[in-house]
């Protein structure tokens, strides 16, 4: 009878090989056994593949298996080596390189979830278009965009977030509020209509009832006086323009003594 010597965990004697526990009885049988019964080369990875086990007269040899190869968007996973899709194991696998969403990793299903919210800090809803108002909306975590209305004819400058164009325009200053104006209505005056110029930085209204053209004083770009009025026949009232650039067309308050107050709308061009 042969020596016994070990090969990989297996011991032979002769021709007969058997694990260590089963020694006795198969010696008693006097049977022979495959060196590779089992497969002893199996490393319990699934995903790299069957190893394989080819014997020779000294005991057992292995050799790698072919990994497996799973379809775009697909990862194999452990232990049975099936291929699932969008496969994670962290919310960094989860990653979409969006600021605005929280990123992460079901640990049930290994599947990613990207959750809208425009409240993190990383976040901005500035969507570098000055024809929008941009806000975040809590509710739904998202970014909500408000165009700018512009009059019929004009276009917005998304650099400035001024319309402008065949259209009327909202001014940003009294001295670029020249026009037209009505409303229904002012201060008594029977034709509803002024006009508003400017003379060389010098604000202009005519068309006011009982009144010659009334020269304003600038007070700021957006707000302007004018003493000594002559108003229902009585001189000595206080006359005040405002724009008011939130409108959207542009509106005055004309005040005389307190008791006339109208807003004014620049007439359709």
């Not at 400058?157 to 001024?162: A, E, H, K, L």
């Amino acid at each position: 009878m042969n020596g016994i010597f070990h090969n990989h965990g297996m011991v032979r004697m002769g021709r007969r090989c058997m694990t260590t526990l089963a020694m006795v009885v198969l010696l008693s049988l006097g049977a022979g056994c495959d060196p590779c019964m089992n497969n002893p080369c199996d490393d319990g990875v699934a995903c790299n593949g069957v190893e394989l086990c080819s014997a020779d007269g000294s005991g057992f040899n292995c050799s790698g298996g072919q990994p497996i190869q799973c379809e775009a968007g697909e990862t194999c996973t452990e232990p049975d080596g099936a291929c699932v899709g969008e496969g994670c194991a962290s919310a960094e696998d989860c990653d979409d390189s969006d600021p605005c969403t929280t990123d992460d990793c079901d640990a049930t299903t290994s599947e990613c979830t990207n959750t809208p919210d425009c409240t993190a800090e990383t976040c901005s809803c500035d969507d570098a278009d000055a024809c929008t108002g941009d806000a975040c909306n809590p509710e739904t975590g998202e970014c909500d965009y408000t165009a700018v209305v512009c009059a019929e004819g004009e276009t917005c400058d998304p650099d400035t977030g001024i319309c402008a164009g065949t259209g009327t325009s909202i001014p940003q200053t009294l001295l670029d509020a020249g026009g037209t104006y009505t409303d229904s209505g002012i201060c008594g005056d029977e034709d509803n209509s002024v006009t508003l110029t400017n003379n060389n930085g010098t604000l202009t209204l005519g068309g006011f009832s009982g009144n010659n053209d009334i020269t304003f004083t600038l007070v700021d770009d957006i707000t302007a006086t004018a003493t000594d009025v002559t108003a229902f026949g009585t001189p000595g009232h206080m006359l005040t323009l405002t724009l008011d650039r939130q409108m959207g067309y542009i509106a005055f308050d004309l005040t005389v003594a307190g008791n006339c107050s109208s807003d004014l709308m620049i007439a359709p061009q």
